[in-house]
């Protein structure tokens, strides 16, 4: 994997930005570095080695530039990428057309019986994040439980310490969220998503040792915190 390298991450463009050039033949990754969804396609990109084929164009969301919506991407969210006279979105989908349209080492597996546990994960993993973050409108510590729950048991499946056995989009699916959850069920409701779950802990560990998903955490945790208290704590 070409991931060594430490890339220089270009600033984001806000409201007064200037748009880049469209359709010139370069592949562009809209993408917002604080942004879960689009994590996962930023991981799929630096796993295969692509930092010099598809280039990082940062949006702030807060402030985002009108030509996105009008010019780029209707549907005005991240991630989107553009490849091909064509911009598409959608992060599980962006995540499999990134694997199968680029080189690099793949991230589906050849296994049927992987493919078919991987599509089961993925089918699950809108679920997964929708149970969480309901759970922080109430008692957090008894509702998201059975999501974590369900990560434990995908997790025994396989040999080795990602869902599939070996890293693959399955992973990608689910731990930019997982990072994420850990951070806020911990400091607002001291709950420890990994107690009880060895394999879980084992995961998020393994996980953090890929250089491809390391370049991209970028979260500010307090920020995060904040930013999640305010969504979902406001009646409290």
Not at 150 to 170: I, M, R, T
């Amino acid at each position: 994997m070409a991931t060594d390298t430490v890339e220089i991450l270009p600033p984001p463009l806000d409201a007064t930005a200037e748009q880049p050039p469209l359709f010139d033949g370069t592949t562009r990754l809209y993408t917002s570095y604080s942004c879960p969804f689009a994590q996962r396609v930023w991981i799929t990109r630096n796993y295969k080695g692509l930092q010099d084929k598809i280039n990082l164009v940062p949006l702030n969301l807060q402030n985002r530039p009108a030509w996105y919506k009008e010019k780029v991407y209707p549907a005005n969210k991240v991630p989107s990428l553009e490849h091909n006279g064509k911009v598409i979105g959608e992060s599980i989908d962006l995540i499999k057309y990134v694997d199968c349209n680029f080189e690099g080492p793949s991230l589906l597996p050849n296994d049927p019986e992987k493919k078919k546990f991987l599509e089961e994960l993925l089918s699950y993993v809108d679920k997964f994040v929708g149970t969480v973050f309901t759970s922080f409108k109430g008692d957090a510590t008894k509702e998201a439980g059975p999501a974590f729950d369900y990560l434990e048991n995908a997790l025994q499946k396989f040999d080795g310490p990602f869902l599939l056995g070996e890293f693959s989009l399955a992973d990608i699916a689910y731990i930019t969220f997982v990072e994420r959850f850990q951070i806020f069920l911990s400091e607002v409701f001291k709950y420890d998503i990994i107690a009880g779950r060895p394999k879980l802990a084992a995961w998020i560990e393994e996980a953090n040792k890929i250089d491809a998903y390391k370049q991209t955490k970028k979260t500010d945790p307090k920020e995060l915190v904040e930013m999640y208290k305010k969504h979902f704590l406001v009646q409290k």
